[in-house]
């Protein structure tokens, strides 16, 4: 399977499940976050599209408009205080409010155990783990302020299948992301602020296609019962549900959008 950017495959006709809010999507500029800064506009939000790479955000936001959409770009590194806060200061100062938060940046680092180095320690917490506790303390305050809102923070089926091989840091850290999701969930709750987390498994991003990644693709896809990858539009489909109204009585829970590639393995 090719992975090709630019393409938009799946969406279905929209329904306005998300008119009026306003949605942060981190690394949005591909993959999964890109379909669901497509999907979430599609569906009536205002849309701020986060990434490091410029032409990829600007893109994205080109997208969104010509269908009719609302959105901005923000420039940001996640692994630093100063973008994450601009992220949330231009979305206010744009929009006025937040409602949605999903963090969803990150990167895949697949190492046997014994040759994980600090330097990959230090890396992978600060990205796909601290970035999100601070987003949402930046968040948080303002979405109690508004009465409410939804954060989704995107981690992986690696975070409870332990059979996945080369894991063990990917693994922890998307299990702590988990675990710190339910906790501020039900910190949280009597705030009317849910906070759940998506559990992707096998899915066609660029992450997983190219590079290092692709050599593990085909192994990985025989541990699914479908034969198949997602797709990032059907994992942004999922995402959709729980920050939508519709999931109005759902908070602290993860949601695994595998193809039964969990229960093939016996976790």
Not at 150 to 162: G, K, Q, R
Not at 223 to 233: H, K, S
Request: proline share 3%.
């Amino acid at each position: 399977m090719a992975y090709v950017e630019g393409e938009i495959t799946g969406l279905r006709p929209a329904s306005g499940r998300l008119t009026g809010k306003v949605a942060i999507i981190t690394g949005s500029t591909s993959g999964i976050g890109r379909a669901s800064a497509i999907l979430f506009a599609w569906e009536g939000a205002k849309v701020v599209v986060v990434g490091r790479r410029v032409d990829r955000g600007e893109a994205v936001v080109k997208t969104i408009r010509a269908n009719g959409g609302e959105a901005i770009y923000v420039r940001a590194d996640m692994t630093l205080e100063a973008d994450m806060e601009n992220v949330v200061n231009t979305t206010v100062n744009t929009f006025g409010r937040i409602d949605i938060l999903f963090n969803n940046a990150g990167y895949m680092m697949n190492k046997p155990a014994l040759e994980i180095t600090r330097e990959d320690w230090d890396l992978f917490l600060n990205l796909d783990a601290y970035s999100y506790l601070r987003m949402m303390q930046l968040t948080i305050p303002i979405m109690e302020k508004q009465g409410g809102g939804a954060i989704l923070n995107c981690t992986s089926l690696a975070a409870v299948d332990s059979k996945i091989p080369d894991n063990t840091l990917y693994g922890f850290v998307k299990a702590g992301v988990n675990h710190m999701s339910r906790v501020i969930a039900n910190e949280y709750a009597h705030k009317n602020i849910r906070v759940n987390t998506l559990l992707p498994g096998l899915i066609a991003t660029e992450m997983v296609l190219t590079g290092p990644n692709a050599e593990r693709f085909d192994y990985i896809k025989t541990l699914n019962p479908m034969e198949r990858a997602g797709t990032p539009m059907e994992t942004a489909y999922a995402a959709l549900f729980l920050v939508s109204d519709e999931a109005s009585y759902i908070t602290a829970t993860s949601l695994v959008i595998d193809g039964g590639s969990r229960g093939s393995s016996g976790v």
